[in-house]
């Protein structure tokens, strides 16, 4: 694709992404404002128990981990939009049953009917069929800032919501705001069917190279304890503050609120630092506010300022990790792999909050909940542990080399690990091409051309 592009592409391009983002962000708004009032508000349903409304709170997790892959796979063999629309009419269904049901064990069955629509390794493939290298990673970028943007609302909208509705009217606005995505994805998404060109790596390639990475599985078990820590916690907070503290349900949205606004306002002088001296010390000192967070939480949660300063420094830590974690995947992820290793990481991620759904449940049911946050202390404490010898990742650029039809051979690959600031190079010579993992700030780019023949052409991507 050429480097320069008419201004009419690159704002059909912008469309596309937008439209993305906004089916990404309404169904994740109508999963996230569950997050801080079904604990609470699923006592009152008929055969429930803590484990169950823990079940409840994680169900959604568990298909969407065991059906991100799937459904990805299928929308290569099907065309993008039809996955869409199917995993947007499962959660639109999914929603609906939960809001019939008069049982805990009827709103299980919804909230899991809701994760089998697991459509976000489907957007994230229409991303790169639809928009150009050039723009690819501020389209990602974006689609992240828009969940990240309904986190953060639906922790603040969802008491008030539920406080109007019920748990019942909840799960009707999840539906409606799924049929709202529905319209958006038949009227806004191109209909567009991968690629036949075949990958330069085969998925069994690029699987064994992603699991075979001792990084990326540092991080991806980051983010899976990072989420059932998150998911734990919130089965537990919302009890303690109705029961500890008498808060309603607009009283949590105000503490929420507080606390949110102050967490990422902390939370910006340390991304800037991570920017300057590397993520790693940034990293590890993220995940020690995490650990200080569930403890002050397991131990000094008596009082409201309790409450609020331990709240303030989980969303501190859990807001920082949220956004270091993909930075990091992408740096580490092998060449060629990019897409494989955020398709593992996000399964990492389901599986953690249905994992951290089970261990507030757990905790409720044989305690009062502190345990919740021992239990979250002690795997953000083994999370610190596993980073001890996992080295800095330098910033880096991923390259396509065109080989201009020489032989290619070890030779040739040897010749390329010689040049100054390339990490990484996969020779591919069916395809005639290189994948390379750079340096920017040592790359020689004079050798990378003088390596080249005349009529090679390279393209960062």
Request: hydrophobic share 55%; glycine share 10%.
């Amino acid at each position: 694709m050429s480097r320069h592009q008419s201004p009419s592409l690159v704002r059909a391009e912008m469309r596309v992404t937008g439209a993305l983002a906004s089916i990404f962000a309404l169904r994740m708004f109508g999963l996230f404002m569950l997050l801080p009032v079904l604990s609470l508000l699923g006592t009152e349903l008929p055969d429930a128990s803590p484990l169950l409304i823990g079940t409840a709170v994680g169900a959604y997790g568990l298909m969407q981990a065991l059906l991100q892959i799937p459904f990805g796979a299928l929308s290569d063999r099907f065309g993008r939009r039809p996955l869409l629309v199917l995993g947007l009419l499962l959660f639109v269904a999914g929603g609906a049953v939960a809001a019939l049901s008069e049982t805990i064990h009827g709103v299980i069955i919804g909230r899991a009917i809701q994760g089998s629509g697991a459509i976000a390794s489907v957007i994230m493939a229409l991303v790169s069929d639809v928009v150009s290298e050039a723009h690819r990673t501020r389209a990602m970028a974006g689609i992240g800032m828009s969940v990240g943007g309904s986190f953060v609302l639906a922790l603040i909208l969802g008491p008030v919501l539920a406080s109007w509705t019920g748990l019942s009217g909840l799960f009707w606005i999840t539906s409606g705001l799924g049929l709202l995505a529905l319209v958006i994805a038949v009227t806004l998404v191109p209909a567009v069917r991968a690629s036949s060109h075949k990958a330069p790596l085969s998925r069994r390639q690029r699987m064994a190279r992603v699991l075979g990475n001792p990084v990326l599985m540092r991080l991806n078990v980051g983010i899976l304890v990072l989420h059932a820590v998150m998911t734990c916690s919130f089965v537990v907070v919302p009890l303690w503050l109705h029961e500890r503290l008498g808060f309603d349900m607009a009283q949590h949205s105000l503490l929420y609120l507080a606390v949110l606004v102050a967490g990422f306002l902390a939370m910006v002088p340390l991304i800037i630092r991570s920017e300057r001296r590397g993520f790693l010390g940034v990293k590890r000192l993220a995940i020690g506010l995490l650990l200080v967070a569930e403890l002050l939480l397991a131990f000094f949660a008596q009082h409201i300022w309790q409450f609020v300063l331990a709240l303030f420094v989980f969303f501190t830590a859990f807001n920082l990790l949220e956004a270091l974690l993909p930075s990091l995947v992408g740096r580490a992820a092998p060449a060629g792999t990019k897409g494989t290793s955020m398709g593992v990481y996000s399964t990492a991620q389901f599986l953690g909050v249905f994992l951290g759904g089970q261990l507030g449940g757990l905790a409720l049911q044989y305690g009062d909940g502190s345990w919740a946050f021992i239990g979250g202390a002690v795997l953000v404490l083994g999370w610190l542990l596993a980073l001890i010898g996992m080295p800095a990742l330098p910033r880096m650029d991923n390259r396509v080399l065109a080989l201009a039809g020489r032989e290619h051979d070890s030779i040739w690959l040897e010749r390329l690990h010689n040049v100054e600031g390339v990490i990484e190079a996969v020779l591919v010579p069916e395809e005639g091409i290189a994948l390379l993992k750079v340096d920017p700030a040592r790359l020689d780019e004079v050798a990378l051309e003088k390596w080249a023949s005349d009529d090679a052409q390279a393209v960062q991507t």
